[in-house]
């Protein structure tokens, strides 16, 4: 990185954050700190719901998925409007007439203690994982990339997180927030016309997106009904139950909107939410495919973990990299020369050599495929056979590696800010949430319950520390999977479907008691957990077992227990 690389990105971050913390230093109540005060007007609490969702690992992540496997991944995000919809009528009255702090406050008053203590303590387990993996995503990228030493990184990003959040609370989070997403989606608006510019030289854009379409890019929708399928129709009404389970009762977002000035406010906050998030995700996915289009009259790398290919390339399997590279290069040239031969095909409306080429492009990516995937399993015999910890993915690597190699000096800066933004932001709400609802639902309702004001904000900083540290924890022993967006959901559905299923018995079983409620819970946990660990369904899926299986195992439990009563 250049010097003004590093001034422009150590200005944007310092400004941004210390305005944050200056602007919200005065929270001196619970209320305050917990819910800002309750003075969020709806786009403040829109763009605090987009920046929670849009971790770093979404603008690390989602561009390497559709640069390698194409936009089938914004399928997941068809079902959130409407998911949405169900919030603003369901969730969010109740929550603003019960005067909650969490979301969990609701289940004791409709259940019990131990039912509302259950449903909390789920969600700590997932987004306290969860926040370990939004400080581990860009801390591994970042230290790979700069050189940077990767504990160094991880406590770096870590630290900032804690200390502006426990300084200010949720207000701190939010004011972050909503500068943080401005700078973030100028930047990604930036690329995208960099990236037009550079595609079309050679090609009209309509000529890119055929090329596109011929590599198998461009398919958004597929209707193909196939349980294995991790993304397709089918799945997206699966992921219907993760987004309500997730902004209905994932305290995380609850509190983004829960702090709003009134119902009317928050409802905004939710629909523009529900509005933007599809065409945003679009646009990301958009991003990676560019990067794939840019590639195509370039020699793309052929494994994006510079740091890794290094490192093979001085190991015992340097001849058989040499070799894949050799092979790989080779493939580049042909499909540049099939590129040009369809483009001029298309152009002449030569219908039979168009399609004759078309085929030889498809051919082509399918066996640059098969050659990166033999650079992998180099890597992985390295690990194994030398005891070697490099990483076999490079997925999460496409988008940081185009930024550092192609754009000008200052506009990398300000990406790398965006990286850092983006880490913080959702790290900062998930540390916020951790600690509204351990302060709250755990320490003042079951530890503590005679404190005043003045101790329970000190509690609730002294829990963001805390859970900051465990997220700090994780995240120094973490591993990068095969895709760290993928799997901050995984994570999520292995419990998010448990806990909807509980907020969606208390809505509408009315006849449904909570000892029902509770065993039902604790037995549809166990079965998800079983159906995670065997691997026979996609991830999407235990959402619905959880919420199906609290659903129909209380109306069981409750013939049982009515009859042992009777």
Known sequence: MSYIDWIVMSFTVIVIIGYGVFKTKRSKDIHGYLLGGNEAKWWTVGLSVMATQASAVTFLSTPGQAYHDGMGFAQFYLML??????????????????????AYQFLEERFDLKTRSLTASL?????????????YAPSIVMSTVM????????????????????????????????????????SLFVIFFILINHITQDYTLVENLKIAKAADKLEVIDFTFDLNERYNFWSSLAALFLFLSYFGTDQSQVQRYI????????????????IMKVPLQLFILSLGVLVFLFYQSREAPIFFNSQVLEEVRLSSKANELASLEDTYQKLTQTKAQHQAQYISAMRSEDFINENKYRALIVDNVSQEKKVRAEVKTLIKDLNKSEKREMESNDKDYVFISFILNHLPNGLIGLLLAVIFFAAMSSTASELNALAATTTV?????????????????????GWTVM??????????????????????????????????????????????????????????????VIVFWIDILPYLWLNVIGVVGVLLFSEILLVIFGRAKS
Request: hydrophobic content about 50%.
């Open 259 to 274: 702090s709003g000035r009134s119902i009317k406010e928050s409802r905004l906050g939710l629909i523009m939410n529900g």
């Open 147 to 186: 050189g940077w030493d990767l504990k160094t990184t991880v406590i770096l990003i870590g630290l900032i997180s804690i200390l502006y959040t426990m300084s200010g609370g949720t207000k701190a989070v939010h004011v972050t927030h909503k500068h943080q997403m401005i700078v973030i989606l100028l």
């Open 441 to 461: 639902d755990i320490y003042k309702r079951s530890i503590y319950a005679d404190g005043d004001d003045a101790h329970y904000v000190m509690a609730s900083k």
């Open 81 to 102: 409007p409407v998911a949405m919809i169900i919030i603003c009528i369901t969730f969010i009255p109740l929550y603003y007439k019960l005067k909650v702090y969490t």
């Open 123 to 135: 969600f700590l387990i997932q987004r306290g994982i969860a926040a370990g993996i939004t400080i």
């Open 467 to 528: 859970w900051g540290i465990i997220g700090l924890v994780i995240a120094l022993s973490g591993n990068l999977f095969e895709n760290l967006i993928q799997f901050v959901n995984i994570v999520g559905s292995v419990f998010y479907g448990t806990i909807l299923g509980i907020f969606l018995v208390g809505f509408y079983r009315k006849h449904v008691g909570a000892n029902e409620t509770f065993y039902a819970a604790l037995m549809s946990q166990v079965i998800v």
